[in-house]
C-alpha cells in the first residue's frame, strides 16, 4: 500500500513525498526533489525537517531522488 505523505512536504518546496506499507517489513518513504537554485536554502531546510520528522519514529528506510543542484 502506498500513500502520499502530505505532511512531510513542507512549504513552497519542490518535492513530493510517498511512504510504502509492506506487511511485515520496515515503511518505505520515497522522495523526489527539485532545487532550481544553487543559492535557494528553503528547499535543503524543508528536506532536512522532513528527515528529522521520519527519523522520529522508528523502522523506517528512505530513498530519494532529485536535482539538489549542487556545485
Request: hydrophobic share 40%; proline share 1%.
Amino acid at each position: 500500500m502506498s500513500t502520499r505523505e502530505e505532511t512531510l512536504e513542507a512549504g513552497q518546496a519542490e518535492m513530493i513525498w510517498v511512504k510504502v506499507t509492506i506487511k511485515g517489513c520496515k515503511n518505505l518513504y520515497i522522495s523526489s526533489c527539485y532545487r532550481a537554485e544553487v543559492g535557494d536554502t528553503d528547499l535543503l531546510e524543508a528536506f532536512n525537517t522532513s528527515l528529522e520528522r521520519i527519523a522520529g519514529s522508528t523502522n523506517n528506510m528512505v530513498i530519494t531522488a532529485g536535482d539538489f543542484n549542487f556545485p
